[in-house]
């Protein structure tokens, strides 16, 4: 049976009111190629999308959704029928509890906003996999900080763990270091998210093997 | 000579650090529908416009813009070579002191983010306007608050504003009432904002007669 693979992409946005909200900046794109790459493999793929304009391969099937909270219950709800994560979703890290209507605005002096963590979907996710299915997550950090995506990696018992630096965001290239549990890494040139999402699949494909 | 138009459309995205953001839910359909309509009356048109996906006619000149400054700056900059500004951008009201690189999740606890008010590029625009242009305005609220709307056309000064609900975000519809500074309202239908944007042209270059 091929691999069914659960895909997620885009940002999340989190409510302030009912006009302002807060994101991630992402357009949604890596997802958007892996999940081409992995169609044009033959395999049966879900995609779970932030709201993004990005095109969608119209094959597979998609699942829209706006909040990271809506994310979070997706995938969980998802994975059990997938073999393989790969989390690609730039998921707001911090979300404001939203107000009904529209916050007025004052002539002067600042306005708070009080945030609160989001849940971690990659942990809660891989806290109920099963033995036969595989985590991709995504850490996307300053330039060269890779001790920190080891490090989430670990924390979050993930399979394998993509570095990318901030500068990926918005851009059509991607410049990866590829991270695996066992301390092996693998710095890749920089490519086309395109090229880069073949290259994904082939070592997200291997971690089934043995 | 044709009246020159300067039309703004979109969000603004005010940057958190370098991944977030804080944005208003704006399409950037309602400004792109009036830019069309003009240009289709031959009006000599420039878009400034926030980062959106929208289809642009491609005649006419644009000026991309991400946050509320940059606007505001295009608009103070680009009006004196124009007769009449139609502000049908989302601006973001509140914009926090953004962090270089990217904050840090923390496991718990909430996280406070101070938010300034941006400046109004309205009220700004208007104190600076010749007696020979003219602004129309566009007021988002709760369903029903007229009086809100007409408190803001007096207190920056335009010359004619359109009230719109929350319900218009994202829609292709709207529903909107003008407002004119001597009292005049009138209520129209529920109609596509392609249509409305026609009526509002035909409004707006009466503001010019007499």
Known sequence: MPLRLLITAGPTHEPID???YIANRSSGRMG?????????????????????????????????????????AAVLREF????LLIMAAAVADFSPVPVAGKLKRRES????LELFPTADIVKDVVSHKRDDQRTVAFSLEKGGDLERAAQK????????MVYNSIATIDSPRIVPTLLWPDGRTLVL????????????????????DG
């Open 153 to 160: 990696m670990r924390y979050k018992k993930v399979d394998l």
């Open 80 to 83: 059990p029928n997938h073999d």
């Open 109 to 112: 002096g600042a306005m708070t």
């Open 189 to 208: 040139d920089d490519s086309s998210k395109g090229d880069f999402a073949g290259v994904l699949l082939e070592h997200a494909t291997r971690l089934f």
């Open 18 to 20: 009912d006009v302002r």
């Open 32 to 72: 958007a190629a892996v999940a081409s790459a992995a169609m044009a493999m033959g395999l049966p793929t879900t995609m779970i999308l932030g709201p993004v304009g990005v095109d969608l391969p119209s094959a597979g099937r998609r699942i829209d959704v706006v909040t990271a909270a809506q994310m979070h």
